[in-house]
């Protein structure tokens, strides 16, 4: 089953929603609107299991924009 992020074109919340079907339709928790656009997932990144951090391509500060990952988006 898997979790697929999607943001409402009615309120604009993001949401991510466990489908359990390919043909289900998923609804905004927020007004139960039905008119939702498929977001791009960021994977997240594997563990270095030392503690340490794996180099970030682009790395820097944050755009602050929501569903920031953290920089490297030139914004």
């Known amino acids: ?3 697929y992020e999607y943001q409402c074109e009615g ?3 993001a949401v991510e929603v466990l489908l359990r079907r390919f043909d289900e339709q998923p ?3 927020d ?3 039905t008119k939702l656009d498929k977001l791009m997932s960021v994977p997240a990144s594997p563990s270095t299991g030392s503690g340490g951090q794996l180099p970030v ?3 820097g500060e944050a755009c602050g924009a929501p ?3 953290g920089g490297g988006c030139q914004m």
Do not use: D, T
């Open 67 to 69: 569903r920031c990952c």
């Open 27 to 29: 609804e905004c928790p």
């Open 57 to 59: 391509a682009g790395a």
């Open 31 to 33: 007004c139960g609107g």
């Open 11 to 13: 309120c604009g919340h």
């Open 1 to 3: 089953m898997p979790i």
